[in-house]
């Protein structure tokens, strides 16, 4: 991590607080349960087809007791849409008997206890930690990984090293917002395949954009 880096950095969370104000995560969800459930079934799932599922799903389930309460074909079926049905089913019922057995029903607030949990990585953690219990982290999925090495604001591959190498550059206070940010940037403007430059408010600061032009 260098000077460089950090100016840049600084720059882009500004720039990114102008053009996505809002930074809620695209998930839809009223409590913590729905939103860990909500992380688990987006694996290899896109936001809108997680939402269309769990609108009938959280109207249904809506205690850790109500997922273990049903025989697995019926909560396989119940979130067949979202793809990997089998595995996602299983990781939730065995989620929810964890939470019952230790934390009273309830989602835990540490990290630790989180990514103990089937279905439960890091990633999804930070979003729980983040949205619902107010602990800072930055959310690293594979937008912001590209995004922050197209911005030159880290080398590493890694998530783990990614989250540590942009929370060393930015207060904690800014580090869930920027995470969420970058996400919905990595998602709509600095796509995988083709980012969209000349709509970009980073242009001036992207060393990939400056490479790709030279
Ligand atoms: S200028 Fe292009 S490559 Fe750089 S952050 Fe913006 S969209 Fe991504």
Not at 87 to 95: G, L, P, V, Y
Not at 123 to 139: T, Y
Not at 156 to 170: H, I, N, Q
Request: with cysteine.
């Amino acid at each position: 991590m260098g000077k460089r880096e950090i100016e840049r950095a600084e720059i882009v969370c500004g720039e990114l607080k102008q053009t996505i104000p809002e930074t809620r995560v695209e998930l839809d969800y009223s409590n913590a349960l729905e939103l860990m459930v909500a992380t688990v079934l987006s694996a290899q799932c896109t936001d809108v087809k997680v939402n269309e599922v769990t609108a009938d799903l959280f109207a249904k389930y809506r205690r850790a007791e109500d997922y273990v309460g049903v025989d697995a074909g019926e909560l396989e079926q119940d979130i067949r849409q979202t793809g990997f049905f089998r595995q996602k089913a299983k990781n939730i019922r065995a989620t929810m008997e964890i939470l019952i057995a230790e934390h009273g029903g309830e989602v835990p607030g540490d990290m630790e206890a989180l990514v103990r949990l089937p279905g439960i990585g890091r990633k999804s953690a930070n979003v729980i930690l983040g949205n619902i219990f107010g602990v800072p982290g930055i959310v690293v999925d594979t937008h912001v990984g590209r995004v922050s090495q197209r911005l030159g604001l880290t080398k590493e591959k890694d998530p783990v090293k990614v989250e540590k190498a942009l929370g060393a550059l930015l207060p904690e206070a800014e580090w869930t917002a920027f995470g969420q940010r970058l996400v919905l940037h990595g998602r709509y403007v600095c796509k995988a395949r083709k980012p969209l430059c000349d709509e970009c408010s980073l242009i001036a600061h992207c060393p990939h954009f400056a490479r790709e032009m030279s």
